[in-house]
């Protein structure tokens, strides 16, 4: 069976102020970190009152520090926000501080609306178009330092210059990035728990096209997904209600922090409003923990994933903490070879 992983975006609600989001996460971290999972992955969003963690290599090194195995990464950092230089410094550091533990995630949109993203790099160099495949071979010249000669950032040390960068992967939500991690030659995650595209194009299009670099012998790929695990599925559909108006606010152009099942129950849903959360429950694994794993597996075998990373906006903490908890309990029921925290590197 595939590994699970999880990934936490920090979450805000009507209940739970930005702050107290942030203790959460590392909470979180050290339960699944208990429980067995193989990854912990934080995401990068700006101005995004649901999500409270804009700087996911911080959130890594506080979570680095309370957790004894599981593997810290980002999920991603947005590299067209970052001077690539930047990125690679602060993740060798986390490296040296976290030897064999750190994951370098990269996405190419700017986890942001065009405002924001135009406050974050008004500063930069003027660049056209989409730059994300100059900052990618930059980010990778630092670590095979491979300018050319004559180049004036052979004369820069990246440090600490005694650890390897850690193991890239690339983010995507369609094909583009699928394709590009295939090529380079570096670990895949889709992202299936918002994207609209079916996984198993991505998923197929990394597998065929995979060249083996120094980085990765074979193809690795992270399939994301949403859940919400309860006692019963009845209880997990209630949960999930948080989803369903999330949903729609998102739809209207509202990014408010996240709404309470009951909230979410008192809507005054139209019929064009059920129809919409209907199409989007189809990819919500929501229900018992024998209902979620079961349909897990399938995903899991159809995609041929690798490795299953799970996010998880249930409203209360103490809630989302048990969903985790049922779910490893009931996928090691259905793979009872495997060890709690055994899986291929990746």
Do not use: C
């Not at 990778?140 to 990246?158: C, D, Q, Y």
């Not at 583009?176 to 670990?187: E, N, P, T, W």
């Not at 998923?203 to 019963?232: C, G, H, N």
């Amino acid at each position: 069976m595939a590994p699970l992983s999880v990934l936490d975006l920090s979450f805000v609600t009507t209940q739970t102020p930005p702050s107290q989001a942030l203790a959460n996460t590392i909470d979180l971290a050290k339960l699944v970190d208990r429980l067995g999972y193989k990854r912990f992955w934080l995401a990068e969003h700006h101005s995004l009152p649901s999500v409270a963690s804009p700087a996911p290599e911080i959130m890594i090194g506080q979570i680095g520090a309370v957790t004894q195995t599981i593997r810290v990464g980002s999920g991603g950092v947005m590299l067209t926000n970052h001077a690539p230089l930047m990125v690679a410094e602060r993740f060798k550091m986390l490296e040296a501080l976290f030897p064999g533990r750190i994951d370098l995630g990269l996405g190419r949109a700017p986890g942001t609306d065009q405002v924001t993203a135009f406050a974050l790099r008004r500063k930069m160099e003027e660049r056209q178009g989409d730059d994300f495949l100059e900052r990618l071979q930059e980010l990778m010249l630092w670590e095979s330092r491979a300018f050319p000669e004559g180049h004036p950032f052979n004369k820069i040390t990246v440090m600490p210059n005694d650890v390897p960068m850690p193991p890239l992967w690339l983010l995507g939500s369609s094909d583009y990035s699928a394709q590009l991690a295939a090529q380079i030659g570096v670990g895949y995650s889709f992202a299936s728990h918002f994207s609209d595209f079916d996984a198993m194009g991505p998923m197929r299009a990394y597998r065929e096209l995979f060249r083996p670099s120094d980085a990765l012998e074979k193809p690795y790929a992270i399939i994301a997904l949403a859940s919400v695990v309860a006692e019963t599925d009845e209880e997990a559909n209630y949960l999930a209600g948080t989803y369903d108006l999330n949903w729609i606010r998102r739809a209207r152009g509202e990014m408010k922090p996240l709404a309470s099942p009951e909230e979410a129950q008192a809507y005054p849903w139209s019929d064009a409003e059920r129809a919409y959360v209907a199409r989007k429950r189809a990819r919500l694994f929501a229900g018992s923990a024998k209902t979620v794993a079961k349909r897990i597996a399938s995903f899991v075998e159809e995609t041929q994933a690798d490795e299953v990373m799970v996010t998880s906006s249930i409203f209360d903490h103490a809630r989302r903490k048990r969903s985790y908890e049922l779910l490893m309990a009931e996928w090691n029921a259905l793979s009872p070879a495997r060890p709690v925290a055994a899986a291929a590197e990746g």
